[in-house]
């Protein structure tokens, strides 16, 4: 499965959301039905990457 999000200034709230719930997900041993692949679309117009993607790259190494 593939996922896509598309970045704006006024959703990066859900796409930092998105990406937690994704990495919550896999954590509790539920990655069969995580997308394989996911497709960040125009992160040029989200405000913050940093805020953004912390949430997510700081949560414990999984079996990506």
């Not at 896509?4 to 041993?29: D, H, P, T, V």
């Not at 125009?42 to 949560?59: C, I, K």
Request: with cysteine; aromatic share 8%; glycine share 4%.
């Amino acid at each position: 499965m593939v996922a896509m999000f598309n970045g704006e200034a006024k959703s990066s709230a859900e796409l930092r959301q998105y990406l937690c719930n994704i990495q919550e997900q896999c954590e509790a041993s539920d990655c069969d039905t995580l997308p394989a692949v996911i497709i960040l679309d125009n992160l040029h117009h989200v405000s913050s990457l940093s805020d953004v993607f912390s949430g997510f790259l700081s949560h414990k190494s999984t079996k990506w």
